[in-house]
């Protein structure tokens, strides 16, 4: 197993970042044949999820939605203001898994993988793990 | 590491498809006799997740219950119309992984594995990677 | 791959259980120097999440959010009436990743790994897969 990590720098409030590139650059650094490449966010209100990369509406439309349900302004006790974050970042989860074969992520036509930032504009940081078989 | 696909055809818009049969049939396949399988859905409307088994009327509570938060017709930009099971997909995730001990996975008692068809009825696709030890 | 199983006592209806200290303990007993430590819940009604730690605002925060995305007295058929539970725990997940290096479990600053139980007070268990390398 082959640990990795990238800084994120969000720049926005609200975003999800696009970190596709980020396994396939893992893959070639690592020289991973076959195997997962396993995301984790070691963030508490930021997340990472898989979803469509081909109309950018789709992921300001999650984004407007996910406030509906976890409203920026609520019934909140938390001082520092960003519970809605925390909320959203347990909803899609920290880590992501993503199989790896013939050095390419299997990943659905339309899937990418995305840095979702809940509580930016910050400096973050992206884990990988990197398991499987490996080029001499 | 092995890797296996599996076609999933459902039938109605919104469908939760027990998938459990599919983890024994993989076992049993590959002769995994301990160790882990990790499901992935590589759509972006669908997704997976582990539930109760026993009553029906969980898996149609749910349905319904993310209907309210994720409504069908909703604020959406989107030009497909399907905002809403992007955002089912990314609630409930794409991976699941199961772990597998002397052939059988480790499930709870009131626990099956369901593909979650958010925006069907379509042909879908379930990736499982099988991993640890295996019969000679 | 070793595994190990903990008892787990919740004490309320619905409860975030600190759990980092049974991954540090699974470390120890198994002597993991690095690798991945996988947790996974049996049960529906009941999950795992990775949130903040620091203020207990935060946690109290997520439930009572929670609580009014998917109400605990609703339009639910299920006859045990615990529908809202079911909901969350597909919410948050039943598994969760955690990374170890040098035998440190990787966390954010504010990270801590919980249970979450959404249906108690009950006895309750978590699973744990241990991988990698071990001391001799």
């Known amino acids: 197993m082959k640990l990795l990590k990238y800084d994120i720098q969000s720049t926005k409030l609200q975003e999800f970042i696009n970190v596709s590139s980020y396994i396939k650059s893992a893959i070639r650094e690592t020289g991973l044949i076959s ?7 070691p963030h508490t209100t930021a997340g990472l999820t898989i979803n469509e990369n081909a109309d950018p509406d789709v992921v300001s439309d999650m984004i407007r939605a996910l406030d509906k349900v976890f409203p920026i302004i609520g019934d909140y006790d938390h001082y520092e203001g960003n519970s809605h974050a925390h909320l959203k970042s ?5 880590d992501q898994m993503v199989i790896v074969q ?35």
Not at 90 to 94: A, D, I, T
Not at 103 to 124: A, H
Request: net charge negative; hydrophobic share 35%; with cysteine.
């Open 102 to 136: 013939n050095k390419n992520p299997i990943l659905g036509t339309w899937q990418s993988v995305y840095f979702c930032e809940f509580d930016g504009p910050r400096k973050r940081q992206l884990i990988m793990t990197i398991e499987g078989e490996f080029d001499e």
């Open 90 to 94: 347990s909803c899609v989860g920290v």
């Open 35 to 41: 195997g997962k490449v396993t995301l984790f966010c």
